[in-house]
């Protein structure tokens, strides 16, 4: 289905409020500020700071 282009120009990182990136496999999307990975799930950007993955420093 894919994630609506006005969807993601609106969302913003819960923790710093700054930008979003969303992945290359649009499976979720990217915090360089807090270094955080926010995952999409059926669909649905799950935007929650506890359900937040950290990226890898490596």
Same mark, same amino acid.
């Given at each position: 289905?894919?994630?609506? =282009?006005? @969807?993601?120009?609106? #969302? /913003? %990182? !819960? =923790?710093?409020?700054? &930008? @979003?990136?969303?992945?290359?496999?649009? &499976? +979720?999307?990217? %915090?360089?500020? %807090?270094? #955080?990975?926010? !995952?999409? =799930?059926?669909?649905? !950007?799950?935007? @929650?700071? &506890?359900? /937040?993955?950290? #990226?890898?420093? +490596?």
């Amino acid at each position: 289905m894919g994630i609506n =282009k006005e @969807l993601i120009d609106i #969302l /913003a %990182c !819960p =923790k710093c409020k700054g &930008d @979003l990136k969303l992945t290359e496999e649009e &499976d +979720g999307f990217i %915090c360089n500020n %807090c270094k #955080l990975r926010y !995952p999409i =799930k059926d669909d649905i !950007p799950v935007m @929650l700071i &506890d359900e /937040a993955i950290p #990226l890898s420093e +490596g």
